[in-house]
Nanobody
């Protein structure tokens, strides 16, 4: 079974930046969709951004223009650059891999806290 390990979370001030990394234990070059989700305190987990094996990216509206997802297949790593952070970005961020229609892998999550 594949493993995803997130890192890079922490405390940031509003307007600041963080870079999250997700290291996979297996090759991600053939993984159709890699993505980041987040779960704010007391709320449900939501999709933040996705990137396909072909490089197509999608973002939830609230992060468009502020967050950037990218993948490095050679390093088996997916990144999420968080800029212009807002307090409402505070959440546990989870890495997600969807190799096919029937399989999902999740990381353990990394906490991002944005102070006002």
């Amino acid at each position: 079974q594949g493993q995803l390990v997130e890192s890079g979370g922490g405390l940031a001030q509003a307007g600041g930046s963080l870079r999250l990394s997700c290291a996979a234990s297996r090759s991600i070059s053939s993984v159709n969709v890699m993505g980041w989700y987040r779960q704010p305190p007391g709320k449900q987990r939501e999709l933040v951004a996705q990137v396909t094996s072909g490089g197509l990216t999608t973002y939830v509206g609230s992060v468009k223009g502020r967050f950037t997802i990218s993948r490095d297949n050679a390093e088996n790593t997916v990144y999420l650059q968080l800029n212009s952070l807002k307090p409402e970005d505070t959440a546990v961020y989870y890495c997600h891999a969807k190799p096919n229609a029937f399989t999902n892998y999740w990381g353990q999550g990394t906490q991002v806290t944005v102070s006002s």
